[in-house]
């Protein structure tokens, strides 16, 4: 081979071309299912699923599109084993594929229980298990609904053991498929009837006998168990099961473990509820004597008392104490007359002692009224004295107070004399 030679080649784009059109084109490769498990798993605001599955191998990216997983019955998770059903798809410019799901399921044995797994967790987040709201059963219903198959076994369980334990009870049956597709929905709209006023129904049973696991999933569906929730009648759960219980026991006010048993959980034994009333009527009945018993004896010691023999004894007791009152009413009052007589005997003679006082006043007052005329200056003026005024009728007390020329008044003790003022002479 020289050198000038040059061989056939492949450019990179047309080899990834070819590879896309063998690849998608292929029935071996557009509707395969792989098994693995999940990694690096993202959920995308749009909807879109993206992840790894693996093995111990090789790894394989997987997108599962919102318009593929919007009816997923289960929640894909890390680490979980899974079978996906898709088609391989090539992306020529980074020369990679990857693989389209359409559908997912979990792998093995497992799968069902898995997803009953997941949407128990979800409505017990809701709080639709919660214990605190499960209401009490009816004593005794007059009438009672059941869900199930109209041909099963468990409708004549509930029937026989319901009529034998009260004849008087009545049964509306409202027909449902309970296994199989479609089944969920039967049951629930029948739940939903049942629950409507024109029935009057008291209690609910929704069940079916005995079966396989996948028999008995219906009752584990989540339209099946929000009927149980949002069940206006008090709703009992009855599934044949022996193991694992269906969510439906769960969400119903009761749960039984056959529709038999839940028969008798509603419906009581008649023989019994005749024989507790028997038994209240008797309590009642020695109640009621042992009463009258007691208000015969009461009559009978009231009637024994000497009062009721000779009823004009009260009214001479009676009188006796008025008797006794009024004497002592009348003792206090004179005793007390007495009292305020004598204080009034000790008073002395108001006139006399009043006449006393004045005269005393009297000659204190002469007294103390001499004794204001001798202070007086019209005393001292009879005996040659008298007061100089100025002009202003100010009493002119020294020399400094006046001079020549200064009109001075003078008053004697009889009368005034005006003059005026020559000269003024200091000393003796």
């Known amino acids: 081979m020289t050198a000038d030679l040059v061989p056939e080649f492949f450019t990179v784009s047309e080899l990834t071309k070819i590879l896309k059109d063998e690849i998608e084109n292929s029935p071996n490769f557009t509707s395969i299912w792989v098994k693995g498990e999940i990694y690096n798993l993202t959920y995308h605001s749009s909807g879109h699923i993206y992840f790894t599955v693996k093995d111990e191998g090789a790894l394989l990216s997987a997108v599962f599109f919102r318009y593929a997983n919007k009816n997923m019955k289960f929640k894909l998770e890390e680490g979980m084993s899974v079978l996906l059903f898709g088609g391989l798809t090539v992306f020529e410019k980074r020369g990679s594929y990857q693989m389209n799901v359409h559908q997912a399921r979990p792998d093995g044995a497992g799968e069902l229980q898995k997803r009953i797994e997941q949407l128990k967790k979800r409505l017990e987040d809701e709080g639709i298990f919660d214990p605190s709201r499960k209401r009490p059963l009816p004593l005794l219903p007059k009438r009672i609904g059941v869900v199930t198959s109209p ?46 006023p024109r029935w009057n129904i008291d209690v609910i049973i929704a069940g079916r006998g005995g079966g396989s696991f996948e028999d008995l999933m219906p009752f584990n569906e989540e339209i099946v168990v929000r009927a149980f929730y949002n069940s206006r009648v008090p709703i009992i759960s009855a599934v044949g099961h022996q193991i694992d219980h269906p969510l439906s026991d769960d969400a119903a006010d009761a749960a039984a473990p056959t529709p038999s048993a ?11 509820l005749i024989d507790e009333i028997k038994y209240h009527l008797s309590r009642i009945e020695n109640s009621l004597y042992q009463n009258l018993s007691d208000k015969k004896n009461i009559y009978k010691n009231l009637v024994s008392r000497k009062i009721f023999r000779n009823p004009m004894e009260i009214v001479n007791r009676r009188g006796m104490l008025l008797d006794e009152v009024e004497n002592r009413l009348t003792a206090v009052m004179r005793s007390s007359i007495s009292r305020k007589r004598e204080k009034l005997l000790r008073i002395p003679d108001i006139e006399r002692l009043e006449k006393g006082i004045l005269t005393s006043k009297k000659h204190q007052f002469h007294m103390r009224l001499q004794a204001i005329e001798k202070m007086s200056p019209l005393n001292i003026m009879k005996r040659g004295y008298s007061i100089a005024e100025d002009s202003r009728g100010a009493v002119i007390k020294s020399v400094e107070n006046t001079g020549a020329g200064d009109k001075i008044e003078i008053r004697l003790q009889d009368g005034r004399i005006r003059s005026t003022v020559e000269s003024v002479i200091k000393g003796d």
Do not use: F, H, M, W
């Open 151 to 196: 041909t099963g076994a468990a409708i004549k369980d509930i029937i026989k053991v319901a009529l034998r334990r009260y004849p008087n009870i009545e049964i509306i049956l409202a027909p449902a498929i309970v296994q199989g597709d479609g089944a969920a929905k039967t049951i629930a709209a029948a739940i939903v009837e049942l629950n409507k």
């Open 262 to 272: 839940a028969a008798e959980i509603a419906v009581p034994l008649k023989s019994d």
